[in-house]
T-cell receptor
Framework: NAGVTQTPKFQVLKTGQSMTLQCAQD?????MSWYRQDPGMGLRLIHY???????DQGEVPNGYNVSRSTTEDFPLRLLSAAPSQTSVYFC????????????FGSGTRLTVV | RKEVEQDPGPFNVPEGATVAFNCTYS??????FFWYRQDCRKEPKLLMS???SGNEDGRFTAQLNRASQYISLLIRDSKLSDSATYLC??????????FGAGTRLFVKA
């Protein structure tokens, strides 16, 4: 099993550009989520999904969109990149329920100039 | 006050030492607790869940104190390979999952 696959691993964007970060999992996990990690701030939830067709906002959703048309895929779209979105982005998935931990993708390092 | 707080460290310990990390949480309704390990420039990886009765996995012991709202991670006989950042994670029902900012550990030869 590949687990959680994120692409790309690195990306540099100019302010105002848009792009999509890809995330796919092959573990049939119901839950998928996107986090960003900034120095000293821990992981912050951007958007999450509890199943295909269902998405909701997390702690820091502004400037990002998501969709979940299949159980496997959960892309994150940056609508108009800003320097404040420079960060490391992680996609994570888990089975439904409180007793399950997350499996993370390897991350995307995004720099907005 | 942050919902999940950890001492950022760093903790610098020699090989073979025992080191303990604590993590406090503010929401008494929190239901599930985990410790993750994150190596430099890598993704977080689940280290262990934390159960009310306490649980052990080799050199690692996790404990939960619901009355005082903290969890702990004890590492015995530290190895160089234990050097990493340790993240405390709290789930509060539904989908709300809060990650602590992490505690950095350096194990020295």
């Amino acid at each position: 099993n590949a687990g959680v696959t994120q692409t790309p691993k690195f990306q540099v964007l100019k302010t105002g550009q848009s792009m999509t970060l890809q995330c796919a999992q092959d573990m049939n996990h119901e839950y998928m989520s996107w986090y960003r990690q900034d120095p000293g701030m821990g992981l912050r939830l951007i958007h999450y999904s509890v199943g295909a067709g269902i998405t909701d906002q997390g702690e820091v959703p502004n400037g990002y969109n998501v969709s979940r048309s299949t159980t496997e895929d959960f892309p994150l779209r940056l609508l108009s990149a800003a320097p404040s979105q420079t960060s490391v982005y992680f996609c994570a998935s888990s089975y439904a329920g409180d007793n399950y931990g997350y499996t993370f993708g390897s991350g995307t390092r995004l720099t907005v100039v | 006050r942050k919902e999940v707080e950890q001492d950022p460290g760093p903790f610098n310990v020699p090989e073979g030492a025992t080191v303990a990390f604590n993590c406090t949480y503010s929401n008494s309704a929190s239901q599930s607790f985990f410790w993750y390990r994150q190596d430099c420039r890598k993704e977080p990886k689940l280290l262990m869940s934390v159960y009310s009765s306490g649980n052990e996995d080799g050199r690692f012991t996790a404990q939960l104190n619901r009355a005082s709202q903290y969890i702990s991670l004890l590492i015995r006989d530290s190895k160089l390979s234990d050097s990493a950042t340790y993240l405390c994670v709290v789930k509060t029902g539904g989908f709300k999952t809060i990650f602590g900012a992490g505690t950095r550990l350096f194990v020295k030869a």
